[in-house]
C-alpha cells in the first residue's frame, strides 16, 4: 500500500530543508521567506490530502469487514 502513497515524506522533508537552505543563502530574507512559505503550505496541502485519502480507505475498510 505505500508503494501507491501519492505523498513523499522525504520528498517533504527534503523541500523544506530546502527551504531553510535558500532563506540562509539570499539575502532578500522577506522574498525567500513568502517562497518558503508557499512550499510549506503546498507541503502541508499534501499532508492534509494524502490523510484523507487514507481515512477514506480505512473507513471503507471498515464498512467492508462490518458487513
Known amino acids: 500500500m505505500s508503494s501507491s502513497v501519492p505523498f513523499d515524506t522525504l520528498k517533504f522533508v527534503e523541500t523544506l530543508?530546502?527551504?531553510r537552505q535558500e532563506l540562509t543563502r539570499k539575502g532578500d530574507l522577506r522574498e525567500t521567506e513568502l517562497?518558503?512559505?508557499?512550499?510549506?503550505?503546498?507541503?502541508?496541502r499534501d499532508?492534509?490530502?494524502w490523510?484523507?485519502?487514507?481515512?477514506v480507505v480505512a473507513v471503507g475498510?471498515?464498512?467492508?469487514?462490518i458487513r
Not at 51 to 55: A, K, N, R, T, V
Not at 61 to 65: D, F, G, K, N, P
Open 51 to 55: 490523510l484523507g485519502s487514507i481515512m
Open 47 to 49: 499532508l492534509k490530502i
Open 35 to 44: 517562497r518558503l512559505d508557499a512550499k510549506i503550505e503546498t507541503a502541508v
Open 17 to 19: 530543508e530546502a527551504g
Open 61 to 65: 475498510v471498515i464498512l467492508t469487514a
